[in-house]
């Protein structure tokens, strides 16, 4: 059982908050990233599972163990870095088994410990390798191997491939996956980059200013995002915000208006909100009848233009006196559009957008709390009770 739980955990360094307490449950097996800006406390609160850092105040607990004042070495965890540090001198099989033997494993257990590493992470045949005869990944792969051996309970990786490039960073992520479903450890991952923790991960621990802002599947957090923060933090690019309030017919801005019934969502009325709107969401007018539940029409003007090969990002300007040629210091709000590749639009052009009102998410300016996901509410068929629909299958 390799289950990681923090509990009311806080560090701090002098005047420095650097993880504010933190009540996290890594479940047994599963792959959570720890995700936010640098600087946020992700490293900190890795480096308090590990035991390299003790805690100010709270409980860290493994596999239902109070491990809080235990050594590193007790936890039954291994770590993997960024900065891979391999013994230069040593060829593969001397760099992996290097634990074990400061540990006195027999010979026998040793070899077996290492092949089957260098089996998970593809190494077989090159035991014998020296380190500079290597490329990048395959240290880093030597490097994950010395934590295999181990057989930890959980595996708490910091920025593993911060130093791999692009290309190979995206061939690791489909090996690290590979890996824990081969190994079925817990692994805790940190990262600074939203699409590496989208991808692999189980649930995302979305972190800022020390604080955990939301745990949850990728999807949840990029569809239901408890916050303004992990909203503007999940998805690339960023979600666009309109900052507004709530009136009886629903959200106002200075430049356009979203219908709803605040009434039947239970949104107050009067309040200061943030309207928020992903980039795909945002279409073009003149294809309202494909959208799930167009707003009103909305009138902008084209600024840049940006083509991605599959789509292309538009910057749109809002503001009451929009003129074409206009500066986007000059506009009140702004708009980022993802169109089909297809499309022939180009700059400085007045065009007509619509939100998808299933798709709008509402804030709280002030808190900056979710007050709502989606401005529809699922229709029942006329006519069918709850219990007719429940037993139609
Ligand atoms: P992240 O990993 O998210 O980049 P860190 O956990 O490394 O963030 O750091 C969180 C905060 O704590 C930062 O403000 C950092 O400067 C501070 N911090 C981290 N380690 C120390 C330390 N040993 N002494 C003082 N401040 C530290």
Request: aromatic residues 6%.
């Given at each position: 059982m390799g289950d990681v739980k923090l509990e009311h955990v806080t560090k701090r360094y002098d005047d420095v908050t650097a993880v504010d307490d933190m009540n996290m449950t890594v479940r047994d097996g599963e792959f959570v990233c720890l995700v936010g800006?640098?600087?946020?406390?992700k490293s900190t609160t890795m480096e308090m599972v590990a035991g390299l850092t003790k805690p100010t105040e709270g409980e860290v607990y493994i596999a239902g163990t109070d491990v809080t004042n235990y050594p590193p070495k007790d936890r039954g965890v291994a770590m993997v870095f960024q900065?891979?540090?391999?013994?230069?001198?040593?060829d593969v099989y001397d760099n992996i088994s290097f634990g074990l033997r400061l540990r006195d494993y027999d010979k026998d257990e040793i070899d077996r410990r290492v092949e089957r590493a260098a089996d998970i992470v593809q190494l077989e045949g090159m035991l014998d390798r020296m380190p500079d005869e290597m490329s990048g990944g395959q240290r880093q792969r030597v490097a994950i191997a010395r934590a295999i051996v181990r057989n930890p309970e959980v595996f708490l990786m910091d920025?593993?491939?911060?130093?791999?490039?692009a290309k190979l960073r995206v061939h690791m992520r489909t090996e690290l996956q590979r890996l824990h479903k081969e190994l079925e450890t817990t692994i805790i991952y940190v990262t600074h980059d939203q699409a590496e923790a989208m991808t692999m991960s189980d649930r995302i621990a979305v972190i800022d200013s020390g604080q955990l802002q939301q745990i949850d599947p990728p999807l949840t957090c990029y569809n239901?995002?408890?916050?303004l923060f992990v909203a503007g933090f999940i998805g690339s690019p960023s979600m666009n915000f309109v900052d507004g309030t709530i009136t009886d017919e629903g959200f106002e801005s200075e430049n356009f208006a979203v219908e709803f019934d605040p009434d039947e969502f239970g949104v107050e009325v009067g309040i200061d909100a943030t309207l928020g709107i992903r980039p795909e969401d945002v279409h073009l007018?003149?294809?309202?009848?494909?959208?799930t539940d167009p707003s009103a029409t909305i009138d902008t003007i084209t600024d840049v233009l940006e083509p991605m090969g599959d789509e292309i990002f538009v910057y749109l300007l809002l503001s009451e006196d929009a003129e074409i040629?206009?500066?986007?210091?000059?506009?009140?709000d702004q708009l980022l559009m993802s169109v089909d590749p297809d499309s022939t639009i180009s700059e400085d052009e007045r065009v007509d957008v619509v939100l998808d009102r299933s798709r709008v998410h509402l804030f709280d300016t002030a808190s900056g709390e979710a007050i709502q996901h989606g401005l529809v509410k699922p229709v029942q068929a006329e006519g069918v009770t709850e219990t007719e629909a429940e037993s139609d299958d």
């Open positions: 800006p640098s600087g946020c406390g900065n891979i540090a391999l013994f230069p001198h040593m920025e593993p491939l911060a130093n791999l490039d239901e995002p408890s916050n007018a003149e294809y309202r009848e494909s959208v040629g206009m500066e986007a210091e000059e506009t009140s």
